[in-house]
């Protein structure tokens, strides 16, 4: 049975997630839907790519990933389906789909009458276009049916390189998940234990240590650690990071070792 998975920004309290899941039924009724998540803060699309980004790759090939995170809705902005590592993703062409559909991929338009509901809300593509697609597609039809090839799409820009010294790290938050975690643009793989002294955008000095879990330490303090997603992130045992230390996505961390 085919899979279909949504991502948005809608939340629960409106009728919009379950509009855009019954359309999809409608074209096929044997399609298993799965929720990532509908929490991501409203018209934040560098939030919702990077959430589908965590997720999609522990989903089966051949999996149609639907995101709508889309401040720029009825404007100028293409409607499309990419084909990438054996996965369907539709939604917008504003960056949201970027980070999921990594390495060779295949970008077509939604133009076909049969992929869209007629007429179409300037306002919500999610159940006019996107779930019409995501319903055909998991009924059989081809990305390519949907419409003409697009040679690029938009592409979230890459956060800068974190600089890496033999006595200092420098990195950039990239995310902040619920908890008040500080995901950094530094893979787990180029960290090390120790103890370091931190500094925030406001020049803070705070100590800091590297774990391997929040157990590490005790609670109320920080801890540096490799994270699910394979970043480095910062924590706060029961507590949230980015409360602490007023951090948001964007900001500059520097981790200095103590000898």
Same mark, same amino acid.
């Given at each position: ?5 949504? +991502?948005?920004?809608?939340? *629960? ?9 019954? &359309? ?10 799965? =929720? ?11 939030? !919702? ?8 790759? @522990? ?5 149609? @990933?639907?995101?709508?995170? =889309? ?14 590592? #054996? ?20 970008? @077509? ?10 007429? &179409? ?11 019409? +697609?995501? #319903?055909?597609?998991?009924? #059989? ?7 003409? +090839? ?9 956060? %800068? ?5 033999? =006595? ?6 990239? @995310? &902040? %998940? ?36 929040? #157990?590490? &330490? ?16 910062? !924590? ?15 900001? +500059? ?5 103590? *000898?």
């Amino acid at each position: 049975m085919p899979v279909v998975t949504f +991502t948005t920004d809608f939340g *629960t309290r409106d009728g919009y997630v379950g509009a855009m899941k019954g &359309v999809v039924l409608q074209v096929a009724p044997d399609a298993v839907i799965v =929720d990532i998540t509908h929490e991501i803060p409203p018209f934040d699309v560098a939030a !919702g790519a990077f959430a589908l980004a965590q997720a999609a790759s @522990h989903f089966p090939a051949g999996t149609i @990933h639907v995101a709508v995170v =889309d401040p720029g809705v009825g404007g100028d902005r293409a409607d499309l389906v990419l084909e990438a590592g #054996g996965s369907y993703f539709v939604g917008p062409d504003n960056g949201l789909l970027s980070l999921a559909a990594r390495g060779p991929r295949v970008a @077509h338009r939604i133009e076909a009458p049969g992929f869209r509901r007629e007429p &179409v809300s300037p306002t919500f593509h999610g159940r006019d276009v996107f779930a019409p +697609t995501a #319903g055909r597609l998991a009924a #059989g039809a081809t990305a390519r049916e949907a419409g003409s +090839t697009l040679l690029s799409i938009v592409d979230l820009a890459a956060p %800068d390189e974190p600089r890496d010294r033999p =006595d200092e790290l420098r990195a950039t938050v990239i @995310h &902040v %998940d619920r908890f008040g975690n500080l995901v950094l643009n530094v893979s787990a793989e180029r960290w090390s234990p120790g103890r370091f002294t931190l500094r925030v955008k406001k020049g803070e000095a705070l100590e800091v240590a590297a774990g391997a879990t929040y #157990g590490d &330490v005790a609670s109320g303090d920080l801890v540096v650690y490799a994270g699910s997603a394979g970043f480095l992130e910062l !924590g706060v045992r029961e507590g949230s990071a980015a409360r602490r230390l007023g951090c948001a996505r964007g900001d +500059t961390l520097t981790f200095e070792a103590q *000898t």
